[in-house]
């Protein structure tokens, strides 16, 4: 296949002499490289890696997760089920196909990290249940080692069938154990929670209350722990209506809610604006000594019913005076201003929030992290960059977590959206990101390497994904893949950068379907690049799956490509992919494409020998075949000679001619200086296919013509003729050659 010429204003992938510098390695977890080879290799029936490399891998990745406290991804658990499957299958004579019982209680904690509202779960839940079943099997064999294999991975099976909306299930089991295994009895108590939690974020009241019975039964009564847990988790999902009910429904012995339930609850309801419920139960905390959470709570519902800063400093100042001479003296501290604050924000307020800042300053009262991320949250909603970053600022001086992470990233997402982006802030604030090792947003890693790639920072590009794309699920690795398949079809950006976006995209993301891969040729196609393109069908070509390579439809899109372009490179190229091609059969669409494009690139009479094939196999041709050959028939010496051919077989068989196969008849005559001809069979017309001849017809006849003196002649016959469609073909507009008459700007392209 032929080379990509070089540029001498490109920096990478063959476009310009400079040697690039090394890109930084691709950040995988330990032992996923070799799950994905494994999945690879027995894709395309090649040998597989040794089981013991396999065994290794699983080890490997589960421990590391185990040390780093993640998760893992739906991609990684679909791999890791490969794995498994295929020990079993390939193994099974080495006693536990070779994955100890740690190993598989490893893989089942960490399953269990995952988050509860995820998308994707359904490869993580069977992996789980694969993993389950196979240490309930290993117990069965050995019913003294309940420790081992009982309790501890069903805690963690219930937990995440309970986060991944398999409650029902997860209830089945916790009741079947229950009845049958000694369990200690801390250990049911965590079953019931997760149920409980599980249950409410399905929101299925009836559940709930039918497990709260099962609880009774099995000798745990609804109690105040249990009661949080629910009403804890109702809050979780933003459901007011549960979390009410369930924070009113009766308490084991008539208990009382515990304080810090209710001062979640009362939070609720303030950022709700649900003001008149919230008062029933803030009354009930004065009628006690409040502690110090429930007067932080009490400062935000005077706050959002509308008490100025001044009222709610007075507020304090009452606080510290009732408390002033008791044993349990309170302040406002740092996390009574930030609830202040966060309602503020909530209220999308950001002169109030600055207000309690100043308020913490009076009352010398020192700002935290969250403070600092707060600060952010609302500049960045109030369009305040510079104050944004300025938070940024007081924050690096903290220490802050994972889960702080997203401000950061819509901080760096706003900032590359900005008109014009302030590349050396941004970047300010990446390596900072990357030198505390924190995982940018699929979001955050698509805005950034447009930026690079506008920049033509083709290196940065690549690091950047290379360090984040592979800990992210396929979902999220789709949407920055689609960016740069949007970058590729913009054609504000020049060729050879689209390029390079669309070579990044090939190593990176080697899933891309085939149909994005063929809008993606099609594209250079379209900037009359064919060579790039036919460089993105043969990687379709070489890829070892199936799924990925062309097929016939693919061809005729690629073939239709090169017609548009006249290259006979191109087309040599590709017809040669295709002879040597065993899983593709040439259809009528791929052979009138092969017609198209033989015809394009001056080559008619090859044109006409897939018309051969075409009218001899037995889907036969169709409408648009016969008008491609008729084409080819105008384009090659002596033409007409089978374009009548072909005129006989539609007569002699009666087959219906339609306008456009009728008017390629008469341009094929008109080409080889049949112009009288042609002019009859133009007065013919409206008898033969029902349509008297209109401006197109005749401005393809009139382009048919050879010579100055051929389209004078007909220029005068079809004015006398035709005189209304003359004046509509003088609106179309003709082509200005430097000599000649030129001829009428009509698109006489045919599809396949």
């Known amino acids: 296949m032929r080379g990509i010429p070089r540029s001498t204003s490109r920096s990478l992938f063959g476009f310009s002499r400079k040697v690039p510098k090394e890109p930084r390695a691709t950040d995988l977890d330990p032992g996923f490289l070799q799950l994905l080879e494994l999945n690879n290799m027995l894709a395309i029936k090649a040998r597989p890696p040794s089981v013991e490399s396999i065994i290794k891998a699983f080890r490997e990745l589960f421990t590391s997760k185990q040390k780093e406290e993640s998760s893992l991804e739906e991609l990684q658990a679909h791999h890791a089920i490969i794995a498994v499957r295929y020990l079993r299958k390939e193994n099974h004579e080495e006693a536990g196909f070779g994955l100890s019982t740690k190993d598989l209680q490893t893989a089942m904690y960490v399953l269990s990290r995952r988050k509860r509202n995820d998308e994707h779960q359904e490869k993580v839940v069977e992996l789980a249940k694969i993993v389950f079943e196979e240490l309930q099997s290993r117990r069965a064999k050995d019913p003294s080692a309940v420790q081992e294999y009982g309790s501890s991975a069903l805690n963690h099976y219930v937990q995440i069938l309970t986060r991944c909306g398999e409650s029902m299930e997860a209830r089945r089991l916790v009741v079947?154990?229950?009845?049958?295994?000694?369990?200690?009895?801390?250990?049911?108590?965590?079953?019931?929670?997760?149920?409980?939690?599980?249950?409410?974020?399905?929101?299925?009241?009836?559940?709930?209350?039918?497990?709260?019975?099962?609880?009774?039964?099995?000798?745990?009564?609804?109690?105040?722990?249990?009661?949080?847990?629910?009403v804890q988790s109702c809050i979780h999902q933003d459901n007011l209506a549960m979390m009410k009910r369930w924070y009113l429904y009766p308490i084991d012995q008539g208990a009382a809610p515990r304080p810090r339930i209710s001062c979640k609850v009362l939070r609720t309801?303030?950022?709700?604006?649900?003001?008149?419920?919230?008062?029933?139960?803030?009354?009930?905390?004065?009628?006690?000594?409040?502690?110090?959470?429930?007067?932080?709570?009490?400062?935000?519902?005077a706050a959002g019913k509308g008490k100025g800063v001044e009222e709610v400093e007075r507020m304090m100042t009452v606080m510290v005076q009732r408390t002033e001479k008791g044993p349990d003296r309170l302040r406002p501290d740092t996390s009574t201003i930030n609830d202040l604050i966060s309602l503020a924000n909530k209220m999308n307020d950001p002169y109030l929030a600055e207000r309690y800042v100043g308020l913490a300053e009076r009352w010398k009262i020192p700002l935290n992290a969250f403070t600092y991320l707060m600060q952010m949250d609302y500049r960045i909603k109030a369009g305040d960059i510079t104050g944004a970053r300025h938070a940024y600022a007081r924050l690096q001086g903290h220490e802050f977590s994972n889960k702080d992470i997203p401000l950061v990233n819509k901080l760096i997402l706003v900032?590359?959206?900005?008109?014009?982006?302030?590349?050396e802030a941004i970047m300010g604030l990446v390596e900072d990101m990357t030198e505390r090792n924190f995982r940018f947003e699929p979001d955050t890693v698509s805005a950034l390497c447009l930026l690079h790639l506008k920049r033509n920072e083709l290196h940065?590009?690549?690091?950047?994904l290379q360090t984040h794309v592979f800990h992210y699920e396929l979902q999220e690795r789709a949407s920055i893949r689609d960016m740069f398949v949007g970058f590729c079809l913009d054609r504000s950006n020049n060729t050879a950068t689209a390029w390079d976006a669309y070579t990044i995209l090939r190593q990176l993301f080697d899933e891309t379907d085939r149909e994005i891969r063929t809008k993606l040729m099609d594209e250079f196609f379209d900037r009359r690049r064919s060579d790039m393109a036919i460089h993105v069908f043969g990687h379709m070509r070489q890829s070892p799956f199936q799924e990925r390579r062309p097929t016939a439809d693919t061809y005729t899109q690629c073939f239709e490509g090169i017609a548009k372009q006249a290259d006979l490179n191109a087309l040599e190229t590709v017809h040669n992919m295709l002879k040597l091609d065993s899983e593709v059969e040439p259809d009528t669409r791929l052979h009138?494409?092969?017609?198209?494009?033989?015809?394009?690139?001056?080559?008619?009479?090859?044109?006409?020998e897939f018309w051969d094939?075409?009218?001899?196999?037995?889907?036969?041709?169709?409408?648009?075949?016969?008008?491609?050959?008729?084409?080819?028939?105008?384009?090659?010496?002596f033409g007409e000679r089978q374009a009548r051919d072909i005129w006989k077989r539609l007569k002699k068989f009666d087959i219906d001619v339609t306008k456009e196969i009728y008017v390629g008849y008469v341009a094929a005559l008109a080409r080889h200086g049949l112009i009288a001809e042609s002019m009859e069979q133009l007065g013919k017309m409206e008898a033969e296919v029902g349509h008297r001849p209109d401006s197109v017809s005749l401005g393809i006849f009139y382009n048919a013509s050879p010579g100055v003196t051929k389209k004078a002649e007909v220029e005068t016959w079809i004015k006398d003729k035709y005189p209304g469609a003359w004046k509509d073909l003088e609106k179309i507009g003709k082509t200005k050659p430097r000599g000649g008459n030129g001829v009428f700007m009509i698109n006489r392209r045919i599809p396949a």
Not at 283 to 301: G, H, I, R, S, Y
Not at 613 to 637: F, H, K, W
Request: net charge negative; proline share 6%.
């Open 269 to 301: 309801c303030v950022f709700h604006k649900h003001f008149d419920w919230a008062q029933s139960i803030a009354t009930k905390m004065m009628e006690k000594n409040p502690e110090k959470a429930e007067w932080d709570v009490l400062f935000q519902l």
């Open 613 to 637: 094939d075409v009218v001899y196999s037995r889907e036969g041709p169709t409408y648009n075949s016969i008008c491609i050959a008729l084409q080819a028939c105008e384009a090659m010496p």
């Open 592 to 608: 009138n494409a092969l017609m198209l494009a033989y015809t394009a690139c001056g080559q008619p009479e090859r044109s006409l």
């Open 460 to 464: 940065d590009v690549i690091d950047l």
């Open 176 to 230: 079947e154990f229950q009845s049958s295994e000694p369990l200690d009895n801390e250990k049911p108590r965590f079953l019931w929670k997760h149920l409980l939690a599980g249950f409410a974020a399905e929101r299925n009241d009836e559940e709930i209350l039918q497990t709260i019975e099962l609880m009774g039964q099995n000798g745990l009564p609804f109690d105040a722990t249990f009661h949080q847990q629910l």
């Open 415 to 423: 900032m590359c959206n900005a008109n014009e982006p302030d590349h």
